[in-house]
């Protein structure tokens, strides 16, 4: 062990005393030039900003999104800037980000990232992220929606049920209705060990516990009395205290066979297929609402599931720390979040921008976001709660 | 010291403990040590300090049943039935291929590579299309749609298909080094036992066997050694009814951003697969010293008479080769020409994701293949990289396997032997972000090579190594040494024997090691993922986008491309091969 603290100690003495010297100077220099952190300047002069994004020449981005290849022949027909678009998975993005940042590597100037639990709790603590909000579009955006970064749109995961095979209406209207033996093997969903969003949604569930009992008794009519496995777990978890009704739901529904799918747009179609007898419900992506096609799939939303509708979670612009093209970078956000949202234009996706979102409820026939019954991500709980999290989910199953 | 192949053996040495066991090196530290992302595990977490926490949770926590044990004991029965069934389909199928006269086989073997050419996950597809469990909703599967019931739970989910699709994804492998094996069989050693009195089956008992026994234990270990890493098949099979493998469970603990704690499951299977490298390097020291077959002597290889069975037998390998080869496919191929996909009908035809113009209404705009610019580029670089890497890997390959064997005594052979395997159970996405590190600045003569296609081709080769030693070392076994030594007598220097000795002879193992690397490169994804730039973007890359769109079709129809550019691939290295091994024996009759 000894060898390993003093090479620890020697790897740690070299980066405090490399880092130290030039690279925080430099990135204060690069923030000053950015104008970004505290350098952010009271007015957007957005001509200087263009002409120095032409003379830029190029925007690099991490996508979450492969849609972001959509835009490279537009902005470049307006601008004459050339996005460079990676399409990579939210996390892989800060991943990829910090091993680059820590070796001296600047070439991203962009995130379109959904992972708010990673950037909030890491990134953009250590400052590996920038917020930039477009003055053009403030004031449609609410407090939440621009502190700590700026969200282009709410995307959520919500059960969906077969509405041709189904005429009279959603066949449960509790989420405990889930744990019912009549649903055993009839759940879909991607697995919360595969899918990141698919493990928010658990944890969101986790999260509002007093909801989930309150559901409970209006569903059964009777107080909660939780299983020996789930006491038993509590027990054997230290970060975890006392049982709570999330917990039973999650027992009972783990043990009610439910079944993992990896794609979500399969879910969806498994769920609204028509030619099928006993259909499942499935828990997927809103905006898979698309897919729908007169006598092929019919799978509708149910929007009155007690106690909520579903989880939704935030999909962010930022600019990467020392982004070589920086003004680029101002632009490519603006224009994401003005015409350059048309990719993203799509029923059961709400933009976070107030006249947007109204257009989208007019052409989709949809409620508007805040009349539904949606649990935000707490970025914080989920993120503290990871490992608690993994350790009564493999309990449980 | 001034031994040519001392020399190379040092500096393979250097090389790979720079490619290789650095980062594993950091991969262990990273299991002792509280990373950026522990505060998610525990909030006293001070990124840097040592640790034994994930040890702990791992191995003695309350869900380290859950978590390592069990999945153990799943990735133990799946990957022992399917290294079983793999061995026994790919030994039986090489020797009929290679050493009987069963009709057909020029057709016959190109197809029984074809499962491999696949990608892992279109053969758990198509188990899934036919055995669908009514349960998962949708249309029924085919078993469910011919015989009116559904198929019953242990079929749809968990040890028996994932065993079976192992098996049937990884069976090429001893497939290919069993009959580079039997290729080099010298017909007069089983006529001298002819002569003696021996049967048919004591001669494939005592002389056939024994001479592929080398390649039959490299074919264990490197399908073991796959079934335990893999990851997609257990998943797409295993996971609808929570069954877990250690390799799902490193993925589960990646994906909920718990990267040390994969990375300790990763050290234990990278320990489980050096235990096996290490008792098979015993055994084929032990054995395989006695069976040289490629001597000085003439050689001559004639086939054995199937008599009677001849057609019957060939009816049993064309089925075989059918369905485990062709017949996945066609499933593709018809899924990428249905408008709609899994609806099934002449209406719900179209030929629009292969040539058809960018149409809003179909697909969001994305136009057909041949009008695709992003698959057409990627197809290039597909192309190369696997080209490349193929080359590369088999070439160092068989320097590696050339040093293990003549120099088995030698520890640091032995040594250099073992490096070489390691990569093989390094979770791919893990060994992609230590070369992002690695290569990101320049260090002494290494020059930056973020971003570039050099840093794919280096990975790629890395990752390729385990594989083409393994084949080099079944190819070189083989070869007497007499012969060098008769060249050394000669005056042959030590570079022109390994050029025109070792590399000759060993050329069929040599081949067969290029495409198992050829098409492994051009499937490999998550090992690339990170290290991948619009640039350098390659097939599987586009095709994980667009099925992250749902856009089935195009996945189909790229996974297929990938499909058809290794057929070709390979028959074109399959004819090369073919022509030296022809000319070879011309000039030694």
């Given at each position: 062990m000894k060898q390993l603290n003093k090479f620890k100690a020697l790897t740690a003495i070299c980066t405090i005393a490399l880092a130290s010297a030039s690279f925080v100077q430099a990135d204060e220099a690069w923030q000053r030039e950015a104008g970004v952190g505290k350098y952010t300047p009271e007015t957007q002069d957005w001509a200087a900003i263009e002409s120095a994004a032409r003379e830029e020449g190029t925007v690099t981005i991490y996508s979450v999104s492969s849609r972001i290849a959509k835009l490279v022949d537009k902005f470049k027909e307006r601008y004459g800037i050339e996005i460079i678009g990676h399409d990579i998975a939210s996390d892989l993005q800060l991943e990829k980000l910090r091993r680059e940042n820590n070796a001296g590597v600047y070439t991203v100037d962009v995130l379109f990232n959904s992972e708010s639990s990673i950037l909030l709790n890491e990134a953009l603590p250590a400052n590996l992220v920038w917020n930039f909000i477009p003055d053009s579009v403030s004031d449609e955006l609410t407090e939440s929606e621009m502190t700590p970064l700026l969200i282009q749109r709410h995307s959520s995961r919500i059960v969906y049920y077969n509405t041709v095979l189904n005429p009279n209406g959603a066949p449960i209207n509790s989420i405990w209705d889930m744990t019912r033996k009549e649903w055993s093997g009839r759940t879909l969903l991607p697995s919360p060990l595969e899918d990141s969003l698919s493990a928010n949604f658990i944890q969101t569930i986790l999260a509002n516990p007093e909801d989930m009992a309150a559901a409970y008794q209006r569903e059964f009519g009777e107080p909660i009395i939780y299983s020996k496995a789930v006491i038993k777990a509590v027990e054997s978890i230290a970060t975890i205290d006392k049982p709570d009704a999330s917990m039973e739901w999650l027992y009972r529904f783990l043990q009610n066979d439910p079944v993992f799918q990896g794609s979500t747009t399969k879910i969806f179609k498994n769920v609204g297929?028509?030619?099928?007898e006993n259909p499942p419900i499935g828990i997927t992506t809103f905006s898979k609402l698309r897919k729908n096609k007169k006598g092929v799939y019919a799978a509708g939303p149910i929007y009155d599931l007690d106690p909520v509708f579903g989880v939704t979670y935030p999909t962010a612009l930022m600019i990467a720390d020392m982004a070589p093209h920086p003004n680029a970078a101002k632009l490519l956000i603006r224009y994401m979040m003005e015409e350059g949202f048309s990719p993203w234009n799509e029923p059961g996706d709400y933009s976070a921008r107030a006249s947007v979102e109204a257009n989208q409820v007019k052409e989709f026939g949809l409620p508007s976001f805040n009349d539904l019954s949606l649990w935000p991500v707490d970025a914080e709980e989920i993120y503290y709660s990871k490992f608690s999290f993994l350790a009564l989910y493999l309990a449980l199953s | 010291m001034r031994d040519p192949v001392s020399i190379v053996m040092l500096i393979l040495l250097a090389v790979l403990a720079y490619l290789v066991i650095w980062p594993f090196f950091q991969l262990v530290i990273n299991t002792f040590t509280w990373s950026e992302g522990s505060r998610r595990i525990s909030r006293e977490a001070v990124p840097g300090q040592f640790t034994w926490f994930y040890w702990l949770q791992v191995t003695a926590g309350p869900i380290s049943g859950k978590m390592l044990y069990g999945p153990l004991i799943n990735t133990l029965i799946t990957g022992i039935i399917s290294t079983i069934l793999a061995l026994i389909a790919g030994g039986s199928l090489a020797w009929c291929i290679v050493r009987s006269d069963m009709p057909g086989k020029r057709w016959l073997q190109p197809i029984l590579t074809l499962p491999y050419i696949l990608p892992s996950f279109a053969v758990a597809l198509a188990w899934e299309t036919v055995f669908r469990s009514p349960k998962v909703g949708g249309q029924p599967g085919l078993y469910e749609a011919i015989l009116g019931i559904a198929p019953p739970e242990w079929l749809s989910y968990g040890v028996v298909p994932i065993s079976i699709t192992l098996a049937i994804h990884y069976f090429p492998f001893a497939y290919l080094l069993v009959a580079g094996a039997l290729a080099t069989i010298d017909s007069q050693m089983e006529e001298s036992a002819l002569i003696s009195g021996a049967g048919k089956l004591t001669i494939l008992r005592r002389i056939t066997f024994p001479v592929v026994a080398p390649a039959f234990v490299a074919a264990i270990i490197l399908t073991f050694g796959k079934t335990i890493g893999q990851f997609a098949l257990p998943f797409l099979l295993g996971a609808p009814t929570q069954f877990h493998t250690v390799a799902t469970m490193i993925y589960a603990n990646l994906a909920l951003g718990l990267d040390s704690m994969a990375y300790v499951l990763a050290v234990i299977l990278i320990a489980m697969s050096l235990l096996s490298i290490w008792l098979s390097n015993r055994f084929i020291k032990k054995k395989s010293g006695r069976f040289e077959t490629i001597s000085g002597k003439g050689f001559r290889s004639r086939e054995i008479a199937l008599g009677n069975w001849r057609w019957f037998i060939f009816s049993v390998v064309s089925l075989f080769g059918f369905v485990v080869g062709i017949l996945p496919i066609i499933l593709l191929g018809v899924q990428s020409v249905m408008?709609?996909?899994g609806f099934y009908g002449l209406e719900n035809l179209t030929s629009h994701f292969w040539i058809g113009k960018s149409n809003l209404n179909i697909a969001g705009g994305e136009p057909g293949v041949i009008y695709n610019k992003i698959i057409l580029g990627a197809t290039w670089n597909t192309l190369k990289l696997a080209f490349l890497s193929a080359v590369f890997a088999s070439v160092i390959g068989i320097i590696i396997a050339y040093i293990a064997v003549r120099r088995a005594n030698n520890p640091l052979a032995v040594l250099l032997d073992q490096i070489a395997f390691i990569?093989?159970?390094?979770p791919t996405i893990a060994f992609g972000a230590m070369y992002l590190t690695l290569f990101a600045v320049p260090v002494g003569p290494i020059p930056a090579l973020y971003g570039t296609f050099t840093l794919l081709v280096l990975i790629s080769v890395v990752s390729r190594l385990p594989y083409s030693v393994k084949t080099g070392i079944t190819a070189v076994t083989q070869i007497g040494q007499e012969l060098e030594e008769a060249a050394e007598v000669a005056g042959a220097s030590w570079g022109r024997r390994f050029r025109k000795i070792i590399m000759p002879l060993a050329s069929s193992g040599i081949m067969s090691g290029m495409m198992v690397s050829f098409v492994g490169v051009m499937r490999e994804l998550s090992l690339i993922i990170l290290l991948i730039t619009p640039a350098t973007r390659v097939l599987m890359t586009a095709g994980f986008g667009y099925a992250e769109e749902g856009l089935t079709q195009l996945t189909n129809a790229l996974v297929l491309i990938v499909a058809l550019l290794t057929i070709s691939g390979e028959l074109i290295l399959w004819k090369i091969g073919k022509g030296r091994m022809a000319r070879l024996r011309e000039k030694q009759s």
């Open positions: 297929d028509i030619a099928q | 408008l709609i996909d990569p093989f159970l390094f």
